[in-house]
């Protein structure tokens, strides 16, 4: 688990002292202090560090981010860290910001993004894995922008899922997953924060080059078809 953290002190710029940044300083000086001299004895070539690759997974409420973000894991082995999935399970452990989620889900609201990027870092630091798929996240520029500062690294891909309102509705309304988001009332609403708070993140990034914009009508399959060689394109450097 040390390797990972220490490996994303490469994308961390050198005057963050983010976290992450600070744990990756200390996790290289020990890792040299004390494996380093081990691996020497012993002979071995220490292999590099991995760089971390991180993926935003964007598009509207049902466009089908979790469904390709499962294929996508299958295909390529990414981490899939859904920041609705991290918010409900702090919900359902009755954690001591449980109830403002709980309400602020309900209302088809963002919940403030410090308490996101810390579920999401966690995630992060634990994860033996380099090759994230973020999902669902960043919804704000506030989300971005927490991220950016928190964790101190910029995605390398974001997907774009296209997808017609009336599409999102119907899915959503047959997801049939218990969630308390998923009626027509707070669709609605959530439809509405979407077009105004989180087109500006896609502007953001496809300003940056880095948006991959996917049409999100036909079959998963389909779908799939179009993202794969997004991923294809970038297996030399992601490793
Ligand atoms: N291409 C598709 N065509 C029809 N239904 C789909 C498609 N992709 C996903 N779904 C269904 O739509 C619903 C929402 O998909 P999901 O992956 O949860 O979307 P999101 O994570 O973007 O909200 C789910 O019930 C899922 O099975
Ligand atoms: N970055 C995020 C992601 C999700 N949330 C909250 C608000 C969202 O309406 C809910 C559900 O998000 P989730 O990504 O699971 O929803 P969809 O899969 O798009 O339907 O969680 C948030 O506040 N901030
Ligand atoms: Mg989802």
Not at 45 to 60: A, D, Q, R, S
Request: proline share 4%.
């Amino acid at each position: 688990m040390w390797r990972r953290v220490a490996s994303l002190s490469s994308f961390i710029s050198s005057s963050n002292s983010s976290f992450l940044a600070q744990a990756a300083c200390r996790l290289n000086i020990w890792e040299s202090l004390t494996t380093g001299i081990a691996q020497q004895a012993k002979g071995v070539i220490v292999p590099k560090e991995k760089t971390p690759f991180i993926t935003f997974v964007l598009g509207g409420p049902g466009s089908g981010k979790g469904t390709q973000c499962i294929k996508i894991v299958e295909t390529f082995g990414f981490r899939h860290l859904s920041a609705g999935d991290l918010l409900r399970r702090e919900i359902a452990s009755n954690s001591a910001d449980g109830a403002m989620i709980l309400n602020t889900i309900k209302e088809g609201k963002i919940v403030p993004s410090e308490v996101t990027v810390k579920l999401i870092q966690k995630e992060m630091e634990l994860s033996e894995n380099h090759k994230f798929l973020i999902d669902g996240f960043p919804r704000t520029e506030e989300n971005r922008i927490a991220f950016e500062q928190i964790i101190g690294v910029e995605p390398n891909v974001v997907l774009f899922f296209d997808c017609p309102e009336e599409e999102m509705v119907k899915r959503v309304l047959n997801r049939n997953q218990g969630r308390v988001d998923d009626n027509l009332e707070t669709i609605r609403k959530r439809l509405k924060v979407f077009e105004a708070l989180n087109l500006p993140v896609i502007n953001y990034y496809s300003q940056r080059g880095k948006l991959y914009k996917i049409n999100a009508i036909g079959t998963v399959d389909e779908i799939f078809e179009q993202v794969h060689p997004v991923f294809r394109a970038f297996e030399q450097v992601v490793g």
